[in-house]
DNA sequence: ATGAAAGCGCTAACAA
DNA sequence: TTGTTAGCGCTTTCAT
């Protein structure tokens, strides 16, 4: 059997108080019985039970991340970004897939409600919002990651989508560019981006052309469908911005396939900078979020509202950039 | 407060013994009482403390999966398959990213115990042997995933990588491909799929060339360089097979920039057949692992363990197959 | 069919 | 400085 803090108290001659108050470092302990009880503890290979602690009240150290699926490569990176940083604050994340459905979403914040995580970090998007609603009102912490939802009065770490989307398209028009087409999700971050689009148009000068706004699906099979129609327009654009990587990287097979040359007569600018951009050719021009820090905030946002109780509700964007790259130059 | 057990209990006139039973599904109960506390349970949303019930030495059932990193594609999707299928068998998956690093991976074993989890699933390689032995002492539920370890008895489920070898290269053999270099890594894996290569090589009555098997790290620069060496090679091969789509994608930009042109000068076959086969041009040759019968399987023989306590060992390999496109052809 | 009660391993208030 | 003890929320044995 593992021993447990009976074992330990037993072996040194002390009480199990003594013995936890050795492990948690609180209470006054003579350095004599402190290393006594250290020493039985080294001895015996002692771990003491996290879920022992948690049921008096103590944390479970988990966090909940719930993401929509790992194929989107941004993803992927999220949460490498969030498990590093979890490490570092002492949180272990239980990794839960939504694939978008709302029944997961809401199957999966019982479930680890249940397993009494300390918090939940949700990314990217969630469509559950009764479920939101609950947590919120159950004061569980949760904190958006790289998603918003304006209706709710709820913590969100994001970089800058609108911002990003004017960084990306006043790259394209000081290029030259004044036919640019984009291709969104329909999802908030997309949406930001497209707006910051229609912005830099406007700050232009130019009006918006409606049909030149297109909307696709998540898979690089329907980006590139959706970048086909831009391209097979009867007055193409002359540049392209994919409102994530998928459906850049979607538009430019698309171009490929109709041998229109890039970046000669297609600019592509892409958003989130994912490998893709490095492994494709020509490399993808793209607009950078700070992975690695929004990570990091987003932890110290949720830590600090588990363990501090803090409840200063709080919307963090941080600035994207843009990398630019060879899919982009001017007009010719 | 949540609710707890008591509180059904006391508002549905049972003892808590009765409330447990009618959770749990056993024991005799009348079909009055159990429809009185289903009601109740109901009324106050009440969710069971999982927590509470492991330490009646019921399970956690939460599995910690160790993997180097997020940022070899193929992790990705070995991730999002063991998920799936943990969803399917009613465990949630901690994860634990060891950047291949064995302090680290001492660190999250070492944790996950405390935590209680039921048992770990090791992915790709892992290089503390001594935790490992110690997980094996203590009886824990250990599987491999994608990764062997033949001097320990340790159960396993892997793609056959010795065959992937052995298919990558007669498929360049056919293709009329003798001079055929091999780029892999220091991993247990690769090491089976140049093993396989060498197989199929004498198979067909070649002689291996020591100096067309290279070793590189498992980042795209590091295969870059690698590619580079094997096509700068006085006499320069006709065929590389990268024993991952890293390697691969590294040797592809090495042609690229030497103004190789793949297929017609140079054919290239990777392994793992990730997202990166289709976005890179032209289409990646690459061997294709069954990952999402790998996360079943895994998680069949990990379960077994954890709740049927099993004790069989046993290595599973499963069959890869070639999925060929555009970056293979027949030796000009 | 139902309930009383012990106890999983730990923490913390209180006593000594 | 150290120990006693009550309980966190649940399961399970043994009575009834």
Same mark, same amino acid.
């Given at each position: 059997m593992k021993p447990t803090i009976y074992d330990i108290a037993r072996l040194a001659k002390v009480s199990t108080a003594t013995v936890s108050k050795v492990i948690n470092n609180n209470g006054k302990i003579s350095i004599n019985t402190r290393q006594r009880v250290l020493k039985i503890i080294e001895e015996l290979h002692y771990q003491p039970n996290v879920l022992a602690s948690a049921m008096? &009240?103590? @944390?479970?150290y988990q966090i909940a991340l719930l993401i929509? !699926?790992? !194929?989107?490569?941004i993803y992927a990176q999220y949460l490498k970004s969030i498990e590093a940083s979890g490490q570092g604050f002492g949180f272990s994340i239980v990794l839960c897939s939504t694939d978008n459905d709302p029944e997961k979403e809401a199957k999966h914040i019982t479930l680890m409600r249940q397993k009494q995580v300390d918090g939940f970090i949700i990314a990217s #998007?969630? $469509?559950n919002t009764r479920m939101l609603e609950e947590l919120l009102k159950d004061e569980v912490p949760v904190v958006l990651f790289a998603y918003e939802?304006?209706? @709710? @009065?709820i913590d969100s770490v994001t970089v800058d989508d609108y911002q990003g989307g004017i960084i990306a398209t006043e790259h394209l028009l000081a290029l030259g560019h004044r036919r640019i087409g984009v291709i969104a999700e329909e999802t908030f971050s997309s949406n930001e981006r497209v707006r910051g689009y229609l912005t830099a148009l406007q700050n232009a000068g130019i009006d918006p052309v409606e049909s030149l706004i297109m909307y696709s699906g998540h898979k690089i099979d329907e980006a590139e469908a959706t970048g086909g129609r831009l391209l097979d @327009? /009867?007055? #193409?654009?002359?540049a392209i911005f994919g409102c994530n990587d998928i459906l850049a990287v979607g538009s430019m097979r698309a171009a490929r396939i109709r041998g229109? /040359?890039?970046?000669?007569e297609l600019s592509v600018v892409g958003f989130d900078n994912t490998v893709w951009c490095k492994i494709i050719h020509p490399e993808l021009t793209s607009v950078a979020m700070p992975v690695g820090d929004l990570g990091q905030k987003v932890m110290e946002v949720i830590v600090n509202k588990i363990e #501090? &109780?803090? $409840?200063?509700?709080q919307r963090i964007r941080m600035f994207p950039e843009i990398k630019v790259r060879a899919t982009t130059s001017n007009k010719q």
């Open positions: 008096k &009240g103590k @944390l479970t929509p !699926d790992m !194929d989107n490569p #998007r969630f $469509k939802k304006p209706e @709710l @009065l @327009l /009867a007055e #193409r654009p002359s229109v /040359a890039i970046p000669e #501090r &109780g803090q $409840k200063i509700n």
